[in-house]
């Protein structure tokens, strides 16, 4: 099992920076490949960018390509995803999910690759 709580959502305006925390909770967390992902109202859930057990691979969408930047911390148990030039597009809730996977390069680009789910955190862009 695994328990995925994000934070550090808010509003910006355009250009700015945000930095989005996932905290894990688990004992197979460093087992897990880790992802961002973004629902928009009226929109189905994206992925955003997602990373391998070690961090040593990570993919990001072409839409946040250049300005996210995923990582994670697996003595801290977390991940995070740092918001670089927002633009208004970029508003939705942002949501982390752990994938189980068996091989410590693999990252994980499908919602239904993903196995938990956190509550997510809101990202409102205004211009």
């Known amino acids: 099992q695994a328990q995925l709580v994000e934070s550090g959502g808010g509003l910006v305006q355009a250009g700015g920076s945000l930095r989005l925390s996932c905290a894990a909770s688990?004992?197979?967390?460093?087992?897990?490949?880790m992802g961002w992902f973004r629902q928009a109202p009226g929109k189905e859930r994206e992925f955003v960018a997602g990373?391998?057990?070690?961090?040593?691979?990570?993919h990001s969408a072409d839409s946040v390509k250049g300005r996210f930047t995923i990582s994670r911390d697996n003595a801290k148990n977390t991940v995070s995803l740092q918001m670089n030039n927002l633009k208004p597009e970029d508003t939705a809730v942002y949501y982390c999910?752990?994938?189980?996977?068996?091989?410590?390069?693999?990252?994980?680009?499908?919602?239904?690759?993903?196995?938990?789910w956190g509550q997510g955190t809101q990202v409102t862009v205004s211009s």
């Open positions: 990373i391998s057990w070690s961090g040593g691979s990570t």
């Open positions: 999910a752990a994938a189980q996977v068996r091989h410590s390069f693999v990252v994980v680009k499908t919602t239904t690759g993903y196995d938990y």
């Open positions: 688990g004992r197979t967390f460093s087992t897990y490949a």
